[in-house]
């Protein structure tokens, strides 16, 4: 893979010449070629580590297109997204941000956790997502017709945004929507073993462990265990850590700083393990 990533504002511009490994769950590939052929914008939904932003990274992969993502945070301003001017020695230069020149080159855009940024970046990809297509720069007074390739795709996590930050409705009607949880118990398993090399056996007792804390739900956590979290306790199994210790620092310390719960999961996950 060949990237050119810009620490300042956390954007990476990827093509992608292997595809990265990604286990369908239901028609979302089908949904997003038909998407990706109409150019209609695409909302992800699901929570975290579910597998969203490699969905999209497969699907670039899998279409030959150029991926730029933006991970948007309580900063993120549309000046960050479409540019700002610069001085450069004696002269005032103007320098395209990620949004313009994705809509330039005709790449694929994707806002991850949306609904961080500030609200002038919602407004400023209004008129990417209905039929006008077009990119207003007020400072400079122009307006941009987006390239034929350019496709806008989002994600937001709605449990953890719920009651704190959410999408207005006249925001989310603008996308087409899918919805991604976490993969049937068969399915997870098969991911672990892929990404990780791990032995079947301890992959789906890694599942069995996810799917015991996620029923927990009188625990209150904010976030409960995902996907990503049972690929690196993988990982450090496979290397030689001990499972249970593996399954304490990369699935429970995670989840919360609560010492009575890490505790209770702890002898839990030590029984499942």
């Known amino acids: 893979m060949s990237a050119i990533v810009n620490n300042t504002k956390r954007n990476v511009v990827s093509t992608l010449k292997e595809a990265p490994f990604y286990k369908p769950i239901a028609k979302e590939v089908d949904v997003f070629e038909h998407a ?53 020695g004696a002269e005032t230069l103007w320098m395209d941000g990620p949004l313009t020149k994705a809509v330039k080159n005709g790449a694929i855009l994707y806002l991850d956790e949306i609904a961080e940024a500030r609200p002038d970046v919602i407004v400023a990809i209004h008129s990417l997502t ?33 009651g704190f930050k959410e999408l207005k409705p006249s925001t989310r009607q603008r ?25 079947i056996s301890v992959s789906k007792k890694l599942v069995s462990i996810a799917n015991k804390v996620r029923n927990l739900t009188e625990l209150g956590l904010t976030e409960t265990v995902s996907t990503r979290l049972l690929v690196d306790a993988g990982k450090l199994i496979r290397s030689g850590l001990p499972k249970r210790l593996a399954v304490k620092v990369a699935v429970v310390e995670p989840l919360t700083d609560d010492l009575e719960i890490t505790e209770a999961l702890v002898d839990l996950c030590n029984l499942m393990i």
């Open 36 to 88: 990706y052929a109409e150019k209609l914008p695409v909302l992800l939904k699901g929570p975290t580590g579910s597998g969203k932003t490699r969905f999209i990274e497969y699907m670039a992969s899998h279409l030959g297109k150029p991926l730029l993502t933006i991970s948007c945070h309580e900063e993120t301003s549309s000046t960050d997204l479409i540019g700002r001017f610069i001085i450069k």
């Open 130 to 162: 209905d039929h006008r297509k077009e990119l207003y720069i007020d400072k400079l007074g122009e307006t941009i017709k987006a390239h034929s390739d350019f496709m806008l795709v989002a994600s937001f996590n709605p449990g953890y945004q719920k």
């Open 175 to 199: 996308f087409i929507a899918l919805s991604f949880n976490y993969p049937k118990p068969a399915d997870e398993a098969e991911i672990i073993v892929k990404e990780t090399g791990l032995d």
